[in-house]
C-alpha cells in the first residue's frame, strides 16, 4: 500500500481533515491528522477512531507499521 492510498482511505472518512501520511518502504509509515472530528474526544479514542479505519489494511499485512499522530485544529495551533 503506497502512502497516498493511505490518506485517501483515511480523507474519505475524515474529509475536512488535514493529512499528511508519509512512509518510504511501502509498510511503515507515518500519519498526521488534525480533524474537528476529534473535538472532545481523548488522544487514545482519536486513534482507535483512524484504527477501525485502517485496521483491515493492518491486518491483511498491506501495512505493517502505522504511527499516529492526532489532533483537533485547535490543538495543532
Known amino acids: ?13 475524515f474529509p ?6 508519509e512512509g518510504e518502504d511501502g509498510r511503515h509509515f507515518t500519519a498526521t491528522i488534525i480533524a474537528p472530528a476529534f473535538r472532545g474526544k481523548s488522544r ?14 493492518i491486518t491483511s499485512g498491506n501495512i505493517h507499521a502505522l ?5 483537533t485544529p485547535e490543538e495543532h495551533q
Open 44 to 57: 487514545v479514542e482519536q486513534q482507535q477512531m483512524v484504527y477501525a479505519i485502517v485496521g483491515p489494511h
Open 1 to 13: 500500500m503506497h502512502a497516498q492510498a493511505i490518506k485517501q482511505l483515511l480523507a474519505t472518512h
Open 16 to 21: 475536512d481533515a488535514h493529512i499528511t501520511v
Open 67 to 71: 504511527s499516529l499522530k492526532t489532533s
